[in-house]
Structure formats: C-alpha cells, structure tokens
C-alpha cells in the first residue's frame, strides 16, 4: 500500500506587539518610505517579555492539532525548525512535546536557517510515507527580535516574531506533500550568521563588546542569491513531481523582501497575485514566514483542496529548497469505525482461548 502525508491542520501564533516602520524610525536612522519601497514591509510582530519560541510554537501546534482533530498522545513526532530556540540545548521541540502533552512524541529541532521549515516538512513526510510514524507536527517558530541589533539598520527593519504548524497524518489517498529539493552551499556561510554563542567564538566579553551576539548580514548578496535559488528552486521541484509550472495554483515564498518575490514572478513567468504575500504585517519571520501565510490564505479559501503549490524558501547557510504538495486540507470528523462482523468473532475466539489458557493453567497447579 502507498502511504501519503496528508496536511490535516494548520495553527498559527504571533505577538501582540506590533512595531511599525515609524517606531524603528524613531530608534535608527530609517524612515517608512525606505523600509516599504526596499523590502514591502509596513509592520512587524514582537514577543513580550514573557514569551518565547516555545510558547509561540506551542500555540500554533495546539491549534493545528485542534483543526486535525488530533489528540496529543496521538502524535508521533514533534519537529520545530528554528534558528532562535530557547536554549542551544535542550531543543525547544522537548519543550513544546511538554507544553502540549505529546505523551508518546519524539522530539528534535531542526536547523536550517529560513528553510529549515521547508526542511522539517520534508523529513516528517517522507517518515510517514515510509511508514515509520502516523502523525507529526511540523512548526516554524521565532523570537528574532532577541537576536537583532536594534542599533544596525541594515537587519533591524526586517526581522519579527511568531510561529506556524501543520499537522501531517498519513493516508491511503493520493495527495499532501509529493516532493522536495534540498539544497545548500556553505560557501556563503559568512554572508549570514550570528557569530557567537556557538563554539567557534563562545561568549566572552569581548565578543560582547563587538556584538557578535547578534545577527549579521551581507544584504546585498543574500538577495543576489535569493532571486537565482528561488526560480531554480522552484522549476526543480515541480519537473521532480513530474508537473509543469502551469499546473501549479500557488506559490508561498519565504517572506524576506517583496522584490525578491517580485523577481521570481518574472523569472518564473507567473502573475505576482499567484505569490501569498503577508510580509508587509509580519516582516521576515524566517521559519515560521511559510506556514504563516499558508495559515491565512487557508483561513481565507484562498488555497482549495485539490490545489498543487509550492513551498520555497533560502537564507543562512547558504540552504534552499521548495516543497511540492498538493492541498487536501482537514478531514471530515472521524468516527471511530465499526467493527466488521468477522473481526468481532475473531476476537471474542481470541478471547476464549486466552480465559481456556488460564483456566487450564489454574487447573495443572
Ligand atoms: O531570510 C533571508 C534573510 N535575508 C534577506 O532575504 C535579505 C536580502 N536582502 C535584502 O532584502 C536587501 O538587500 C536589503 C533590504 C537588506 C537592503 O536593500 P538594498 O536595496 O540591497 O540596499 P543596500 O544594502 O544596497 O543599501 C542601500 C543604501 C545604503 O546606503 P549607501 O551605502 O548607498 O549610502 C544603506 O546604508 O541604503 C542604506 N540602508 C538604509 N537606509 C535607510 C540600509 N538599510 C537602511 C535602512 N534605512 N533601514
């Protein structure tokens, strides 16, 4: 029997906080106008002092797992693809299987920069498809706003806080996630890192002193490379699932700059509305910017059932990779099944030889 991995919820979590454009104005030498006209972003979402990558994860897997209609001790997996966990160790996944009760779950995270969701989904799937697990939570989630350099310009404007999961279970129908393209080249691994807190230069204070503690970014290469992988991406992805590109109904792009979107429409040959967009209210959430648009664009019909879109994200590392699926979407309310007559004899047999065996044994005492 082939298995598939279907997407049977989807939950979502952001920050109260919103930081607008004109607040980051009032903090560094930026303005509105730049931020909208170079990236598209209005607004981004900030964590309270209370709240953390976990906290945020947790309560979007709390709410896809409520849309599946999934029981925490029912699932098999918990995988968070972050690059802010609570701690270097233990991972965050642990916290998350703790907060929602997963009795029964494995838990890791997953790092892979801003594609680390694009990552999570693809091992999660193909685990199910192998039939090696039934049912895995995949979430991206972030704090980025305790990594920025709220004094640097260059990255402060872009980055915000949340969170998104999807709850994956396999099925005998055809449908879910089809297939990936993971890629990446470390090459570029300086255009992009946070320097410290790792073990290569652990914290010290002169490490603190040169705020390494914090992200940094060669912009401008990042988008060099953004608009090249998110085609090439793309285009290998839906040739892998055996498609062409008109076959696709949607695309949902990692949420990083709106002219790096704007770039892969054209090269792409595709329409900017076929693109989800919602960067311009949360900026670039990294792991969490995928399964937060395709949570609102779900949430407003705007993805049906039926429907072939792709996934695509890069950043850090350098890493890229798009997703194929093919949107089914939660299933009906599921009764537990009746039991065939023949399976109700088998087991009442089953159980009279069990009673015989022991009554036998009782009786040789
Ligand atoms: O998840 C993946 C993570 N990262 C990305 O996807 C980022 C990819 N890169 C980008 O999105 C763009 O490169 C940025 C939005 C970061 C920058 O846009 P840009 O058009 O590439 O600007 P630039 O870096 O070439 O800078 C142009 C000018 C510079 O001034 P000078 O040197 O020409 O005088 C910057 O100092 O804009 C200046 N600048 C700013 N000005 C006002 C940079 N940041 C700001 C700012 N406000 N926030």
Not at 5 to 27: E, F, K, M, Y
Not at 31 to 38: A, F, K, L, T, V
Not at 294 to 304: P, S, V
Request: net charge positive; glycine share 8%.
């Amino acid at each position: 029997m082939t298995r598939y991995a279907h997407i049977t919820g989807w939950g979502h979590a952001v920050p109260d906080q919103v930081l607008t454009n004109d607040d980051l104005a009032r903090r560094v030498d930026t303005s509105d106008e730049w931020i909208r006209s170079r990236t598209g972003i209005r607004e981004r979402r900030i964590a309270a002092p209370g709240e953390y990558t976990s906290t945020l994860a947790t309560r979007a897997a709390a709410e896809a797992l409520r849309m599946a209609g999934v029981h925490p001790r029912d699932v098999d997996l918990i995988i968070v693809a972050t690059n802010t966990p609570d701690y270097i160790f233990p991972a965050t996944a642990a916290l998350v299987q703790d907060a929602l009760g997963a009795s029964k779950a494995g838990a890791f995270d997953l790092q892979a920069a801003c594609t680390g969701f694009v990552y999570a989904l693809t091992i999660a799937a193909d685990m199910i498809k192998a039939g090696g697990i039934h049912t895995a939570l995949v979430i991206g989630a972030e704090t980025l706003s305790r990594i920025v350099d709220w004094e640097d310009r260059n990255t402060c404007v872009l980055f915000g806080d949340g969170a998104g999961a999807f709850v994956l279970e396999a099925a005998e129908e055809p449908g879910g996630v089809i297939t990936s393209v993971l890629r990446a080249d470390g090459s570029g691994a300086e255009l992009l890192m946070l320097p410290t807190c790792g073990t290569r230069h652990p914290v010290s204070p002169k490490a603190l002193e040169e705020r390494l503690q914090y992200l940094r970014m060669n912009g401008r290469e990042v988008f060099r490379f953004a608009t090249r992988v998110m085609n090439s991406a793309t285009r290998e992805v839906v040739a892998k699932a055996g498609l062409s590109l008109e076959d696709i109904h949607w695309i949902a792009p990692h949420q990083a700059n709106r002219r790096i979107i704007e770039a892969a429409a054209k090269a792409l040959k595709r329409p900017l509305d076929d693109f989800l967009l919602n960067l311009d209210r949360y900026g670039n959430t990294s792991t969490a910017s995928i399964p937060l648009v395709i949570y609102e664009a779900a949430q407003e019909g705007r993805i049906q059932p039926g429907q072939y879109g792709v996934l695509v994200a890069f950043g850090a590392g350098l890493i890229w990779g798009a997703t194929l699926v093919q949107w089914t979407g939660p299933r009906p309310a599921r009764k537990p099944p009746r039991m065939a007559w023949h399976r109700r004899v088998a087991q009442v047999g089953s159980w009279m030889r069990r009673v015989r065996r022991q009554v036998e044994g009782l009786l040789a005492r």
